[in-house]
């Protein structure tokens, strides 16, 4: 189920959550590797990423010169989190 724009599903509140704790900008890699003991799965994290990157929650900073990867930062601080739908 889709949740109305502007507003976060659980899964999308729990990756803010843990790039609020992290604080810094991260690959989706790196949060694959951070997240994996959560039982979160590559597909997934990527599909959420890029929900939360479509609906303006995060941003694409720069590419890692190495491998080409995308690098996100958080968008909207954790005191302005909407609630999961």
Do not use: Y
């Amino acid at each position: 189920m889709k949740a109305k724009r502007g507003t976060l599903t659980p899964r999308q509140t729990e990756l803010m959550e843990f790039l609020w704790s992290e604080n810094k900008p991260m690959t989706s890699n790196t949060m694959a590797e951070k997240l994996a003991p959560a039982g979160w799965n590559s597909v997934t994290l990527f599909k959420t990423v890029q929900a939360l990157t479509t609906d303006g929650f995060l941003e694409v900073t720069g590419l890692e010169k190495t491998v080409k990867t995308w690098l996100f930062i958080r968008m909207c601080g954790i005191e302005n989190r909407l609630k999961a739908a």
